[in-house]
């Protein structure tokens, strides 16, 4: 009976939290530190909608507050948003360049992490007309000319981190690497097709239209292996070895109690495990990296450490 009782207990204590959980995610509002159409503000949006479509949590609420890399919308989380357990943040790799390169005095150490939620793989494309027809055809003009035009996102971003790696791996100089930098996709593809520049990194989705029609050549892709339906070659096959994800999460503000973390955890769970969540994934052909809790909270700090490396092998931190 004794133990009858306690596992009783544990039940509706289960019970309870999971109750109060959802009742803590009534108004939830999801921080976009990016202007809108931006890969934070879509993941913001489709979470929006995922949770409100799945009866998760509603209403849900996205606000973006856009600049420096998301390291505006991070200041504002941190100062303005303390304690509060009914608000998120989208974040991702790319903040965590920008905290190191904008010298941020707001840190992703002074958040709570929640979970990681997808991937996008980075794919190195030259112009349509371009002489280079292969990885190996680019990285022997590259080293021969380590000035060659590189355009890409944002300096300190995924597609400079990229950049970086590639010409370390590959011996180039990589305080010759001349990374131009763009403030979005749009805007690099377009010194792409216009032959403004010798090759691009970007973010697989932004490209595959392109690459599609024709416009620009896959030369390589960071994913460890070739993806359905990509015939890209992977740099790892073609004797590179260079792996690398631009992943996207989520945040809760400092300040919160464990039992707070744990309700946002859970829903959110709950929002990955949904068919709203899986449609998503698959209309967006984003890549499923989920992890939560704990195991996120260890691979923040050690994706601090890599970004701090590579940055700084590139120059861009002391």
């Known amino acids: 009976m004794e133990n009858m009782r306690k596992v009783m207990g544990a039940v509706l204590l289960g019970l309870m939290l999971t109750g109060s959980a959802m009742a803590q995610m009534k108004g939830l509002t999801i921080i ?3 202007a809108p159409g931006g890969g934070w503000d879509q993941t913001a949006r489709m979470m929006q909608q995922a949770l409100q479509q799945g009866g998760i949590a509603s209403p849900v609420k996205v606000m973006n507050v856009p600049g420096a890399g998301g390291t505006i919308g991070l200041a504002q989380f941190v100062n303005n948003d303390k304690a509060k357990p009914d608000v998120l943040m989208a974040m991702g790799l790319i903040m965590v360049g920008a905290v190191l390169t904008n010298k941020s005095p707001v840190t992703l150490a002074q958040i709570t992490p929640i979970a990681r939620l997808t991937g996008e793989y980075e794919v190195l494309v030259v112009p349509a007309a371009s002489p280079y027809k292969t990885l190996a055809d680019f990285m022997k003009a590259w080293k021969a ?3 060659m035009a590189i355009a890409g996102g944002s300096a300190g971003g995924t597609d400079h981190m990229l950049a970086g790696l590639l010409a370390k791996a590959s011996g180039v100089d990589v305080n010759k690497v001349n990374y131009v930098p763009h403030s979005g996709g749009g805007e690099s593809i377009a010194s792409l097709i216009g032959n403004q520049v010798a090759a691009g990194i970007n973010g697989l989705g ?3 239209p392109f690459i599609k029609s024709g416009k620009l050549r896959a030369l390589a892709i960071s994913s460890d292996k070739r993806l359905a339906g990509m015939d890209i070659p992977t740099f790892v096959e073609q004797k590179v ?8 999460g989520v945040v809760a503000p400092p300040g919160i109690s ?3 973390k744990a309700a946002l955890v859970a829903t959110v ?17 984003w890549i499923d990296l989920y992890q939560s809790g704990a195991p996120f909270d260890a691979y923040l700090k050690e994706e601090d450490k890599r970004a701090t490396e590579v940055l700084r092998s590139i120059g861009l931190v002391k």
């Open 206 to 208: 932004e490209l595959v």
């Open 269 to 285: 769970d709950k929002m990955h495990q949904s068919q709203q969540w899986k449609d998503i994934l698959k209309k967006n052909d």
């Open 241 to 248: 070895n260079l792996t690398l994800a631009n992943w996207r």
């Open 145 to 147: 000319n380590p000035g």
């Open 258 to 260: 464990a039992q707070q």
């Open 32 to 34: 976009a530190p990016a």
